[in-house]
């Protein structure tokens, strides 16, 4: 499985962007770009995901860098509800649809 | 609402019993996968099953069974429970395909080996 690099924790202040970034050089090209978060417990949420081009929904925005070597997951206006652990997960659709969880990234919103 | 539906959020076993995990999910998902969370090792899979009657060890399938007799229920179950298996048991499905958005986890079933 290629493998993801994310901050360990990052931290923002309330109603500001914030923006998680995630290292993937050795992507291939079968390989879809997801991110999960986890709020405190409960089980892990999808947030989006995407190939090649950028992606927005109502939680977030993706955006992939033209090498696909690295993405960054956008939330345009941080809450206090979205402090969670955030992973950047590549999933290789040949593969039994498996995903594989790395360690993700602390995020900590201020008030 | 879809849901992926765990059948305990707590459970306290003994050591040597036989622990059935259940989870259902509403969404004809053909995936289903089992995990365990804990700290500092994060989500690894234990097994996952892609059909009914078929299943496919994880990364830590030792210890446990898996069991698919019907597509929305997908069982594990620890034939002889030990305390290393106390951990957060997280159930997930998903729809095959590359357009699919992605898995829907439960909420977890804390278990407790003592």
């Known amino acids: 499985d290629a493998k993801t690099t994310q901050p360990n924790s990052m931290e923002s202040n309330e109603e500001e962007p914030v923006h998680l970034p995630c290292n993937h050089s050795?992507?291939?090209?079968?390989?879809?770009i997801h991110w999960y978060r986890q709020l405190p417990s409960q089980g892990p949420e999808y947030v989006i995901h995407g190939l090649t081009s950028n992606v927005n929904n109502r939680m977030a925005s993706l955006a992939i860098a033209e090498d696909r070597k690295s993405s960054t997951l956008i939330l345009h206006r941080a809450t206090l509800r979205d402090a969670a652990v955030y992973y950047c997960i590549l999933r290789d659709i040949r593969y039994g649809n498996k995903l594989v969880f790395g360690a993700g990234t602390i995020l900590r919103v201020k008030s | 609402d879809v849901k992926v539906t765990q059948s305990s959020r707590y459970l306290v076993k003994r050591t040597g019993e036989k622990v059935f995990l259940e989870c259902v999910q509403d969404?004809?998902?053909?995936?289903m996968f089992w995990y365990r969370q804990d700290p500092g090792l994060g989500l690894r899979l234990i097994y996952f099953s892609y059909d009914v009657k078929m299943k496919e060890k994880g990364d830590i399938p030792e210890g446990y069974s898996v069991s698919r007799e019907k597509k929305e229920r997908f069982s594990l179950i620890l034939e002889s429970a030990s305390t290393n298996q106390t951990s957060m048991y997280l159930c997930a499905s998903s729809s095959v395909g590359a357009s699919n958005y992605g898995y829907t986890f439960g909420s977890g079933t804390r278990l407790t080996v003592v």
């Open positions: 969404m004809d998902h053909e995936n």
């Open positions: 050795t992507i291939s090209g079968t390989d879809y």
